[in-house]
């Protein structure tokens, strides 16, 4: 049976070329080739223009549609770029180990992702050309005679994506970190009193139970397959970091409320011990990768690099105050921790290590699941150096020594510089208001739309701490009172962090996995209560003048832990559906995806 394959005309116009076969955008954009100047240039001008060899790139095209039974047994069109890693796996076990090389071993389960080749490589940041040749080699040296279980490539990871540290997170926010706050806030709307310890450990719990085990969990499967780093194991040190800090942050609750006592004084003092420890095995597991990132994919001076190093940096010094924080407790017979250990804590985690690893991932793959292009540069810049500026400002306001006066003077600077680095991310990035201007991948529940509304609370944060700083410094209106701070710090934890955290879940857990999300009306639900809840503290501000406000606001807590409940419901219905397999290897799909990244 002859080969069944496109016709192309290369005097033809590649904007004409993706409107008749829209199958070919993930292998033109692979190659550098799409639409950003209208696409209004023929093919072989535009291969002239980027260095293409129009040889070599007709034949990838026009096997694009070769149905699998008709694809060639050797050549460019033995692996198509519009093949899916997950049947180039079935079909040629052989590749697997060129798959673990680039760091894609394990992605999508034990089957693979059901995502195109040309699609993938942009993702990570191949060289699209070479991929492809080193997948065809590996082919053509073992084809594959049909379906095969496939075995695992030497030097693979020993386990695929470990829940560990999400299930870790979403239990611990729904014991002590979470639902504390919500029973805390229904309580002061009552007329009871909160002690301040039970309010700093319910922030604590929140800070590295929740957001932080989930962002270490992220980490450890996610940066070495960004960086192109293959033949990791997880490692002991991976496991021990997660129980170190499961366990720190427990024994804080534990202990901290009972610092009356020398048991709880132990306690709290062995809670920081262990997260100390815990901070310090993830963040050599971050360094360590840094330096080993693949030489041509990233430079030294990408911005995923320069945040994420920066990010980690802040989460030391966090994990350094909280470390002085439990040495504090064991030496006063005392519970409550003075102001001049949280809040610095609370501004190098939340707008210093949460902030910059957000900045990093969002600069490399949001614009990919937004569809909204490259970030510009200059204002990336911009929002690396004000953020940096700002943490050191605002935690240099802490120490002992300058006059009250001149501390104000720096803790405003610094939230004011932080905020802006937010203004200038999101201007750059252009995350709310730049639309799709090539496909992008769908998936089910929406989680573009939660991460656009998570980017839209980020600016209303800045926005919210702009006007305190602004008008505290021009007027005697006390804009910087702690109901509004708390106001907006609430915006940043829910309406940005955890939003986030939940629509990145939904777009990228069943792509580790390899499994689909269970239901999108669920994911739907609770973007739409954790959004009211983010609302409802906002009722703080008018509460200034009107009590009534508080006594509504402070029902916030109900809707964001009933959205959260919801989304351990759905992820987790998710991550263990009964697998149906099946020995038919799907045809080849048509590709809706094309980025705008640089390939290297």
């Known amino acids: 049976m002859a080969t069944r394959v496109l016709e192309i005309d290369p005097r033809r116009t590649v904007r004409d070329l993706l409107r008749d076969y829209p199958q070919l955008a993930p292998i033109l954009a692979g190659h550098g080739l799409d639409t950003c100047c209208g696409g209004v240039h023929p093919l072989e001008q535009a291969c002239r223009a980027k260095g293409v060899s129009l040889a ?22 033995l692996i198509p770029p519009t093949m899916s890693i997950r049947e ?13 090389r680039y760091g894609l071993g394990d992605c999508g389960g034990e089957d693979g992702p059901d995502e195109p080749v040309a699609w993938f490589a942009t993702v990570h940041r191949l060289p699209l050309d070479e991929f492809l040749r080193d997948l065809r080699a590996a082919a053509e040296r073992a084809p594959a005679s049909g379906p095969v279980p496939a075995p695992a490539p030497a030097g693979a990871p020993g386990t695929a994506f470990s829940p560990h540290f999400i299930l870790g997170s979403l239990f611990l926010t729904l014991t002590l970190g979470a639902t504390t706050g919500m029973i805390n806030l229904l309580r002061i709307a009552a007329g009871a009193e909160v002690p301040i310890d039970h309010r700093q450990i319910h922030a604590h719990t929140q800070i590295l139970g929740f957001a932080g085990l989930f962002l270490m969990g992220i980490a450890y499967h996610a940066l070495p397959r960004i960086l192109g780093i293959g033949g990791m194991r997880p490692g002991r040190s991976v496991r021990a970091s997660f129980w170190l800090m499961f366990a720190g942050v427990v024994a804080r609750n534990a202990g901290q409320p009972f610092a009356f006592y020398p048991a709880g004084r132990l306690v709290a003092f062995l809670s920081g011990a262990m997260e100390l420890v815990s901070g310090l095995l993830f963040a050599g597991f971050v360094f360590g990768l840094l330096r080993r990132a693949r030489e041509g994919k990233y430079d030294r001076k990408d911005p995923l690099l320069r945040f994420v190093r920066a990010g980690t940096v802040y989460f030391l010094a966090a994990i350094a105050l909280v470390a002085a924080q439990s040495a504090w407790l064991a030496g006063h017979l005392d519970p409550v921790l003075p102001p001049a250990l949280t809040e610095p804590f609370y501004f190098a985690a939340l707008y210093g290590f949460f902030l910059a690893w957000i900045y990093g991932f969002g600069h490399r793959v949001v614009s990919l699941f937004l569809g909204v292009g490259p970030a510009r540069k200059s204002l990336i810049e911009v929002a690396l150096v004000a953020q940096a500026a700002g943490v050191v400002l605002a935690c240099a306001s802490w120490l002992p020594g300058p006059t009250l006066p001149f501390a104000l003077g720096l803790r405003d600077a610094g939230l004011l510089l932080a905020a802006l680095s937010a203004v200038a991310y999101l201007a750059g990035n252009g995350f709310l208001w730049r639309r799709a201007t090539l496909p992008a991948m769908r998936t089910p529940g929406s989680p573009t739309f939660a991460i656009r509304a998570a980017f839209g609370s980020l600016g209303l944060w800045a926005l919210l701490e702009i006007a305190a700083v602004v008008v505290t410094r021009t007027t005697r209106i006390p804009a910087q009172n702690l109901w509004w701070a708390d106001a ?22 069943p792509v580790f996995s390899g499994k689909t999300l269970w239901s999108p009306r669920l994911a739907h639900a609770t973007y739409a209560l954790l959004l009211a809840g983010t609302a409802m503290r906002l009722f703080q501000y008018p509460a200034a003048f009107e009590p009534a406000f508080y006594r509504v606001g402070s029902w916030m807590g109900v809707p964001v832990v009933l959205a959260l409940v919801l989304f351990v419901v759905n992820l987790a219905r998710t991550m263990r559906p009964p697998r149906t397999r099946c020995d038919a290897v799907p045809a080849v799909r048509a590709a809706g995806f094309s980025s705008t990244l640089p390939m290297r």
Not at 61 to 72: F, N
């Open 88 to 100: 180039v796996r079935k079909l040629y076990p052989a590749t697997l180990p060129v798959l673990e």
């Open 56 to 77: 070599a790139l007709l034949p990838e095209l026009e096997s694009a549609s070769a149905p699998t039974g008709d694809r060639p047994t050797s050549g460019a069109g």
């Open 488 to 509: 907006a710090r609430h915006v940043f934890n829910i309406g940005f962090l955890t939003l986030l955290i939940v629509g990145m879940s939904f777009r990228i857990l």
